[in-house]
């Protein structure tokens, strides 16, 4: 169902279909299909795509080096709940016409932040009167709701890591508006994202003091949250730096350390960013696979980097081979715990036709389908997930076995070392695992 407001801002394009690889349609998906079963699932079920508010409806163009290119029709109104209200009916019809079953926001993405924290939750409070009429009418679901601690000046030093506490009080305030809005739009989870809980340098920074007060901070949320019906599973989203020199959640091992250490980890999961995980030098597929030998792989947020470019310039996926190792670690983890696949990109500067964000969002719909088809093809057909039990085949029976079982003392394993003697050279035969998945693409 196409929901469209009072006026329709995207004039001339209907509902985006599958029509196959072969159709010549740009506005029509290659690969994606919602209903096609995979593994047991539907692509529907597997990915749960989202469309992200920020940079879909509120990301004009600008960058460090100028301003805004994109003048969005529903951005010219005055008013800052008329103009929250004209942002919600182009977020509904783009996600209506996208046939996407997910939307995800930041607190001030859905209307201007006001000059107290009272009249902003007034403000949220009225705005999400108006989403829950749009997602009742449209069938719509909030995949998860977050808070911007991090664009206000007052968080230049952080929000829960802050040395003031007033400030840290402010964010609890902000937190608690934008977990009220998730609650009440039924959102199936809520993340946090550290965009400068970290330092700039540690001459003036107490780093354990700040990494405990954030642990406290998500406790109290987690707290509320639960003690208000909240039932999903919170989220934090690892980011090695930028806009800090050095932030706490900086890859999804340090994430998980602080997890357990602050003992969330029966409430917190992962939301992995491929470009962040660029940013950290490591691979979307590590970072994946980290989070799932942990149990916490929750959610994604779907983009990629430029490899020339040193900083999160979130463009909208494109590598098939990428997300295709990707897929594999998707697929062997049983897929997202909680989560989906949110498109946090945003289009090129220099993409300025409203068409473009359809384009953008059917090409990274598609990268993700062809993805996930190359890996269960390559599960399924192809001698890969023998090859790769072959090579750990000496622990599962005999002495090996007995290592892995916790059987063997040090002077135990030291013996069979002495005994075997110079150990057989085996290759890892990476070329032909290469090969296999170039196979099926």
Known sequence: M????????????????????????????????????????????????????????????????????????????????????????????????????????????????????????????????????????????????????????????????????????????????????????????????????????????????????????MRMARDYARKNGFKGSFFIEPKPMEPSKHQYDFDSATSINFIREQGLENDFKLNIEVNHATLAQHTFQHELQVAADAGMLGSIDANRGDYQNGWDTDQFPNNFLETAEAMLVFLKAGGLQGGGVNFDAKTRRNSTDLEDIFLAHIGGADTFARGLLIADAVMQKSPYEDLLSKRYASFTSGKGADFVNNKLDLETLAKIGMEKGEPQTISGKQELFENILNQYI
């Open 2 to 217: 196409v929901l469209i407001g009072d006026k329709e801002y995207f004039k001339g394009i209907g509902e985006i279909k599958y029509e196959g690889r072969e159709s010549d349609n740009p506005l029509a998906f290659k690969f994606y299909n919602p209903e096609q079963v995979v593994a047991g699932k539907t692509m529907r079920e597997h990915f749960k795509f989202a469309m992200a508010y920020w940079h879909t409806l509120c990301g004009t163009g600008g960058d460090p080096f100028g301003p805004g290119t994109k003048a969005f029709p529903w951005s010219t109104a005055t008013d800052p709940l008329v103009a929250a209200k004209e942002k919600a009916d182009a977020a509904f019809e783009f996600v209506t016409k996208m046939g996407f079953d997910y939307y995800c926001f930041h607190d001030f993405d859905l209307v201007d932040e006001a000059g107290t924290l009272a009249e902003s939750e007034k403000r949220v409070q009225q705005t999400v009167a108006y989403l829950k009429e749009k997602m009742n009418a449209s069938g719509v679901k909030l995949l998860w709701g977050t808070a911007n601690l991090f664009s206000n000046p007052r968080y230049m030093n952080g929000a829960a890591s802050n040395p003031n506490f007033d400030v840290v009080a402010h964010a609890g305030a902000q937190v608690k508006i934008a977990l009220d809005a998730t609650m009440e739009l039924g959102g199936e989870n809520y993340v946090f994202w550290g965009g400068r809980e970290g330092y700039m340098s540690l001459l003036n920074t107490n780093m354990k003091l700040e990494q405990d007060n954030i642990g406290r901070f």
